[in-house]
């Protein structure tokens, strides 16, 4: 049975947030987290993601993701030590427990940038966390965001469009949705930053056990 | 059966919100309102509330109280046309449905100043409501404000410090804290704007029916 909190003002106690920052790809999930983490009036600890591939030459360990060996990935499998992974062309990509365990208990707030899939994951592993949608004004802004990346074929880029309308679905599994406007990266960072002084403001905090 | 409401992020809707700021006697709900109000990137309708007691000499009608007469008044009872009413020393004070109805149907945030118990009857009568608890650093700080307005007698002091502790009681029922620090007014302020902004990205918004 869970233990019921409430916020006491009189002795204030930071009760550290689980906010995921998700979206389509290409929604600017990326700029936003940066943006955050320049901010001096706000600490967080940002979740790196572990993975069994190898490091390309500019990627540094611990920073861009950690680099463990397959056998390494396999035994956090064993002892239920990933919050969230997955397999995807043979190359394991998960978040370690220990990793988001040692952030809140340190009293920071933990952000993860996850897909929307990854998000979903979450919800159903945490409910406590903070889910945060981030949107495109409309599908012609993020369509002209993906076909600026230039990196991707028209197929390629017929297949994202769908893959973003079928991410559009899961947005009633969010808390929140900030829409990021083109050119206004700093009004969805006002409003992440709102969202979370919010979360740290109710009456009854989403306490996140792991 | 209620219909369940998304927000688009392709197609923003404005629903407004009906925010209660409620809390002990001293702890500054005026002054937080005030600063609201001056505020010039955010308007909202603030709750006027009607009397049946004679307007005194520096009382604007529609501006302190809506004065009515008492026959008045017990008609809004009969028609159910209030939102919540007290007879207080003979006198009627109550808060009219209608104009919490036209504020919100215009989009704008209504705003209403409401004793705890006051807030607690608004949280029955309509649950989307956003309730905020203003709160004092400490006991302490709160008997020094009370002191400060040197109308009260020492037995009233310490009869209003039982009040303010048996209304901390229902802290439970509100969705937020805020703690109004002294001389940090502009802190409890931006607090109770980034409430309302992360109401406003609710996926799941709380549309208020009257």
Redesign the interface.
Known sequence: MEE?I??D??Q?KHYPLLVVISGPSGVGKDSVVQALAMREDYAFHFVVTATSRAPRPNEVDGVDYFFVSEAEFESLIHQGELLEYALVYGQYKGIPKQQVREALASGKDVIMRLDVQGAATIRQLIPQAVLI?L?????EELVVRLCRRQSESETQLVRRIEMVREEMLH??E??????NRECHLQAAV??V???I???H????PRQVIL
């Open positions: 019921i409430l916020r003002p009189y204030p949608f949107s495109a004004a409309s599908e947005l009633d969010f808390d929140y949705v900030v829409v006002e409003d930053l709102s969202i002084t919010a979360e403001a109710r009456v009854h």
